[in-house]
Structures are given as C-alpha cells and as structure tokens.
C-alpha cells in the first residue's frame, strides 16, 4: 500500500482503537500491523491514541473533580461526542481538560466498538478531528499553567502534534524563548528531536540559542540545529564556538560545525 | 488566609536560634521574615526568588513560613541590610525576594509548613538543600549544587554547575519530572513501584537499581539520524523523567 493518502483506501479504523486500548485480537492485530507498515496516517493515529491512553492511565483522581467525572462519564456513555463536553468547564482547568481527553478516547472506543460493522468513516474522521482538537487546546492551556509540571506535562501531550499543528508548534516556540524554566525547554527540544523534521522549527532554535542562558538547553539546540545538516548554519555555530561562555557549549559547536563543513574530494594523484 | 509580618529584631534572633539548621549558625542574622499561614502545609505554595544566596529549606511543625537571611561569615550585619527581604501573600502563595541584590554569598533559611509546595529559583549561590519537607519541590540554580531529600510528589530541578541529589518518599502518578546539570552527578531515589520512563542522552553513564527496558516510542521518523535520546521504562514505563550531565553519570536507586 503506498504511503500516500489516498481517499480510496479504507483504513481500519475499529481495529486500529482496538489495538490502541489492548482489546485486539491476534487476527485483528495481524491485519492492522500488515495496514500501519504502508499508511503513516494511521500510524500517526495509532501514536496519537496511544499517548491518549497513557495520559488517560496516567491522571491522578483526585485531580478530576466529581462535575468533570460525571460529565466524562456521561460523555463516555453517550451516542456522540461533542455536544456532551462543556467546552467552557475544562479551559478553566488543565487537569480537567487532560481528563476530557482522555475521556474523548474512551468516547471514541466505545464508538469505534457500536460502529465497527457499519465502518462509519466520516464519523471516525469527525472523532479523529475532535480528538485532535480537544487534545490541542489542553497542551495550550497547560503551557501557561504556574508550575513546571503542569508545563511539562503540556509538552509530552503537544509534541506528537508538532508535526501538523502550527498552533503548538508557535506555543513550543514562545516557551524555547521564554518559560523561566529550563526543565521546560529542554522538554520542548526533547519533543522536537522525536517529531518529524520541522525546519521552521529547527530556525526558531537557531534564533533562540544566543539568548538561552542555560548551558545544557543549548547544547540540546546545536544537536538538533547541526542535524538539518544546512551549511548555511556553519557562521551561526562557528560564533558560539569562538564566544560562548560555557567550554563544553563551545566544543559542541566545534564539533557541529566541523560537521558541516563539507569535504573536499579524495584526490589521488 | 495569610497574616503577614515583619519579625522584629529580638524575635528575629529567636527564631534565627531555634532554626534546625546550625551549620550556619555562626552567621550573624541581618534580616528575617514571617508569614502565618491558615492553608493546610500542603495547600502552602512558598516560591522564594533570591541570587548570591545558599538555601537551607525544612519543615516546621507550626503554620508560618520563615525566613532568616544571615550574611557570610566575614562580614557583620549593618543598617543597609535591614528589609532587605520582602515576603508577601496571596491565596495559598507565599513569595519571598530580596528587595535588592546582594553582592557576597548570604545564607537563607527557609522554614515552611510540612508537606509545603516550593518553587525555588536561585542564581549564583552555593547549595540548595531542603530537607524533609515532604512536598513536591522546583529548584532552578546556578552554581551551586541542589540537594532534596524526602519530598514527595514531584520534583524538577535545573542548576547549571553542581550535583543533584533528590530523594521522593512518594511519587504524584502522571507528572513528569526533569533533572539538568551541566557539570556534576545526578543521584535519584525512588520508590520500589515508580512507573517511569527515562529520557536520557546516549552518552551518559547510567548506573540503576531497577531493572530497565529499551523503549522505541518516540523513535524517529524513516530518514532521519538516529536520535541522541535513550527511552528507558522503569516497571513498565510512565510519564517521563528526564535526566541530563553533560559531565558526570545518573545513578538511579531504589528506595
């Protein structure tokens, strides 16, 4: 199967959440491994699902409160998504709003599970979009909580979005410059290193590094700078090889710089 | 839900005296603080912002966060010292600056509720130690080492040149931390049943009680460079623990 979209190809959609919740079965597994190795689209969803799942195992009780319970347990019983969630209620609270999507998780399993025979694309597809959605808004919500965890968390939610959502990758972006934490912003070039190769983000890096007060947040930078491989960014690297304050700051650059620099033809005489 | 007071000077000095800490107890005090607090200690959030200063944090069994700011051991106490820490309160946050910059290496001890939240970010200083607090706690340094011990919750910690040494009697499921060192070694204790995965670069020395599995989520898209990263789940994988020295090796105990 090419690994191109194409809108003729059915994609397995209920097996795929199946697999995704540990509910597979060895037959249903076979099929979907067989499907994922040609279509990156839903590999990317088996990820995104995935991540969801964990963030669902992972979220502590006690930071729901009992409205959000009910209205995620109302929303995970009922027929369709969207209208159940009160979109007001969870901007108002990142833990909540981590809850909700996981409960639009749960939502679309148990639909994937109604549906299944009846291979409802377009509603997969508007579960897919709502999913996306809901999980986009929380990472920006969690990015301007006040503690570094709630931050941190933003980020591990956000960075399998990098890819195709420019709305985080600008909120990345505004914490590389700005977040008073380092924690933080190695976090977010730790979620840049695994997403697909972003070269408006790696330029953002560059431009951010002179200014990154942290030694180790900027040694993250020159390794993920240098790996777009652009000889262009040989001047930037050379500069902080020559002036950064930090010696093992100054030894990377060389290093990555040196890297660049492309060779010159075996000569032989 | 906050009362707040400047200490005067004779109950500046008891209160300097019956600090837990006496390493510096030859330091004379140049100033102190105190706010009476009405929050549970683990509703007390305490983020204190002071550069040039050691910080020495513990757990006191009364509902007030203190602070006792004594200058180094050379110099004495004179009037330009006076108010130069400024504490305020808002809902369940305690803040606790300096109102202005201090020019030597100055000591501050902070005593806070048990089970207080802190958020501290230091610059310049010499060693962050908190101990037996029993809350979750963020430490962002520079020069200077960061020791906690016995929190609980969570921890993040950033210092730019020296060890981190954290101890987590009890972990918070779901949260992520980060531990960052440019120059120095990192030392993590943790619960038998932490759920984890590490983040860690694949240059780094990592020496661990538990058992570690290779995790390949996150591996990089077809094409790309292998990553510098290594994924390694502890009891099965969790939310993330980052760790990062760029000179010094990560040694990951069992509690």
Redesign the interface.
């Known amino acids: 199967m090419a690994d191109t979209p194409d809108e003729r190809v059915v994609h397995p959609d209920a097996e795929l959440l199946l697999l995704a919740v540990g509910e597979a079965t060895p037959a249903q597994r076979a099929a979907v491994m067989e499907h994922l190795g040609g279509c990156a689209e839903c590999r990317a969803s088996l990820?995104e699902l995935?991540d969801a799942g964990?963030?669902l195992?992972?979220?502590?009780m006690s930071?729901m409160s009992e409205l959000a319970w009910e209205r995620a347990l109302r929303a995970a019983t009922a027929s369709r998504v969207a209208p159940a969630i009160d979109r007001r209620s969870w901007r108002a609270s990142a833990p909540v709003v981590a809850g909700l999507v996981a409960a639009v998780l749960l939502v679309a399993a148990v639909l994937a599970l109604s549906v299944a025979g009846a291979r409802q694309g377009r509603e997969m597809a508007r579960l897919r979009a709502e999913l996306h959605e809901t999980r986009a808004l929380a990472v920006m919500a969690m990015l301007r909580e006040p503690?570094?965890?709630q931050r941190?968390?933003g980020v591990?939610l956000g960075?399998p979005l990098l890819g195709d959502d420019p709305r985080v990758a600008a909120a990345f972006v505004t914490v590389l410059r700005s977040d008073?934490?380092?924690?933080?912003r190695?976090?977010v070039l730790?979620a840049v290193?695994?997403a697909?190769?972003h070269a408006q983000l790696t330029a953002e890096i560059l431009r951010a590094l002179p200014a990154e007060p942290?030694?180790?947040?900027r040694?993250?930078m020159i390794?993920l700078v240098a790996?777009l491989g652009d000889p262009g960014l040989r001047d930037a690297l050379n500069a902080l090889a020559k002036g950064d304050p930090?010696p093992?700051v100054r030894a990377r650059a060389r290093i990555a710089s040196d890297r660049l620099t492309p060779r010159r033809p075996d000569v032989r005489q | 839900m906050f009362g707040s007071r400047r200490i005067v000077t004779g109950a500046a000095l008891a209160l300097a005296a019956s600090a837990p800490s006496l390493a510096h107890a030859q330091q004379p005090v140049v100033d102190s603080v105190g706010i009476a607090t009405s929050a549970s200690g683990s509703r007390t959030i305490v983020v204190v912002k002071a550069a040039n200063v050691a910080f020495t944090v513990t757990a006191r069994a009364k509902a007030e966060v203190s602070a006792v700011l004594r200058s180094p051991r050379s110099t004495s106490p004179n009037a330009d010292d006076e108010g130069v820490l400024r504490a305020t309160a808002e809902g369940d946050t305690v803040r606790i600056e300096l109102a202005r910059a201090l020019h030597a290496l100055y000591h501050l001890e902070l005593g806070v509720p048990p089970g207080a939240a802190l958020r501290i970010a230091g610059d310049n200083g010499g060693e962050v130690r908190i101990e037996g607090v029993r809350g979750s706690a963020e430490v962002t340094h520079s020069n200077g080492g960061v020791t906690v011990l016995d929190a609980s919750g969570y921890a993040i910690v950033a210092t730019s040149n020296g060890h981190i040494r954290v101890r987590l009697i009890a972990v918070e499921r779901g949260v992520p931390m980060s531990f960052i060192t440019s120059n120095g070694d990192i030392d993590l204790t943790m619960p038998a049943d932490v759920r984890a995965t590490l983040l860690i670069d694949d240059s780094t020395v990592l020496r661990s009680d538990f058992p570690l599995a290779s995790d390949t989520t996150g591996t990089r898209e077809p094409g790309r460079a292998r990553s510098r990263l290594r994924r390694l789940a502890v009891n099965g994988g969790g939310p993330t623990i980052r760790l990062f020295t760029n000179n010094g090796i990560v040694r990951f105990h069992r509690l």
């Not at chain 1, 008073?180 to 933080?184: F, G, I, K, W």
């Open positions: 990820r995935r964990r963030e195992d992972a979220q502590p930071d503690e570094s965890a941190l968390r591990a960075g008073p934490s380092p924690n933080v190695l976090a730790d290193d695994g697909p190769r942290q030694p180790a947040v040694l993250a390794e790996e930090d093992s």
